[in-house]
T-cell receptor, first 114, second 116 residues
Framework: AQSVTQLGSHVSVSEGALVLLRCNYSSSVPPYLFWYVQYPNQGLQLLLKYTTGATLVKGINGFEAEFKKSETSFHLTKPSAHMSDAAEYFCAVSRYGTASKLTFGTGTRLQVTL | DADVTQTPRNRITKTGKRIMLECSQT?????MYWYRQDPGLGLRLIYYSFDVKDINKGEISDGYSVSRQAQAKFSLSLESAIPNQTALYFC???????????????FGPGTRLTVL
């Protein structure tokens, strides 16, 4: 079985500050990991993904995440928050052979203040 | 035009009514999914379909049924709606025929369903 834990249902940062959204996963085999973003009244959009290879993954809008196998983590970061980053962020895990199913975390709502 | 569309976008109905939510895609993908989103619970898989003849239950399929009318269309039905089915429903697609072994899914804009 696979699972995802997102620490912190709400995170608030000041504009220009570092964004750090935490994600830990559980998987019995090497995982595929994803971060999705949901802007208000919209569907989910893929930010970035890790499948194989380089463990530091760069995505859209300046976000990046690092796969750390020893810590079973895939935290999302952005050096400098922008007001437009305010949204809900979901971490998800899949793995080869699971019939393509994604398991989502419960989400983290990011608030960006002036 | 959007690649994955959902209709209706918003629906209010009463307990006991039959409701159908529709999803269409122009991406040519073979796999389609229905999720529901509840505050604090993230997205949970209701049903998924690998092709027209292959339908599979997800983790919360009770009270729901689906129909894959064509490769591009996947409908979700609530035979007798109840208030705890009030949620945001998302359709998604993916394509493993591309040869990629991972499962990147593409989401529709969602349907907000309220059951009174």
């Amino acid at each position: 079985a696979q699972s995802v834990t997102q620490l912190g249902s709400h995170v608030s940062v000041s504009e220009g500050a570092l964004v750090l959204l935490r994600c830990n996963y559980s998987s019995s085999v090497p995982p595929y990991l994803f971060w999705y973003v949901q802007y208000p009244n919209q569907g989910l959009q893929l930010l970035l993904k890790y499948t194989t290879g380089a463990t530091l993954v760069k995505g859209i809008n300046g976000f990046e995440a690092e796969f750390k196998k020893s810590e079973t983590s895939f935290h999302l970061t952005k050096p400098s928050a922008h007001m437009s980053d305010a949204a809900e962020y979901f971490c998800a895990v899949s793995r080869y052979g699971t019939a393509s199913k994604l398991t989502f975390g419960t989400g983290t709502r990011l608030q960006v203040t002036l | 035009d959007a690649d994955v569309t959902q209709t209706p976008r918003n629906r209010i109905t009463k307990t006991g009514k039959r409701i159908m939510l529709e999803c269409s895609q122009t991406k040519g993908h073979d796999r389609m999914y229905w999720y529901r989103q509840d505050p604090g619970l993230g997205l949970r898989l209701i049903y998924y379909s690998f092709d027209v003849k292959d339908i599979n239950k997800g983790e919360i399929s009770d009270g729901y049924s689906v129909s894959r009318q064509a490769q591009a269309k996947f409908s979700l039905s609530l035979e007798s709606a109840i208030p705890n089915q009030t949620a945001l429903y998302f359709c998604a697609t993916s394509d493993l025929r591309s040869g990629l072994s991972y499962n990147e899914q593409f989401f529709g804009p969602g349907t907000r369903l309220t059951v009174l």
